[in-house]
C-alpha cells in the first residue's frame, strides 16, 4: 500500500496530533477507521478546529 504525508497537526493543547494521508490508489474502499471522515473523533474536536484541517472538503483517499 502506498500513502503520501500531506500535513502534520497538532491541536488541544497539543494533546492531539493528527498526520493527514492519502492512499493514491485506492479510491474505491474509502477508510473508515479512527479520525476517519465521518467517524465519532470528531465529535469531541470544535468546528473551529475542524474547519481548520478540512474534515469536510476530504478528497477521496485523503484521511486522518
Excluded at 492512499?23 to 477508510?31: G, K, L, Q
Amino acid at each position: 500500500v502506498l500513502y503520501s504525508f500531506f500535513q502534520i497537526e497538532t491541536f488541544d493543547g497539543e494533546s492531539i496530533q493528527l498526520i493527514k494521508l492519502r492512499n493514491p490508489v485506492s479510491t474505491i474502499n474509502e477508510y473508515i477507521g479512527s479520525w476517519s471522515r465521518d467517524s465519532s473523533e470528531w465529535d469531541k474536536i470544535s468546528s473551529k478546529e475542524k474547519d481548520k484541517l478540512g474534515v469536510k472538503q476530504l478528497m477521496d483517499g485523503e484521511f486522518w
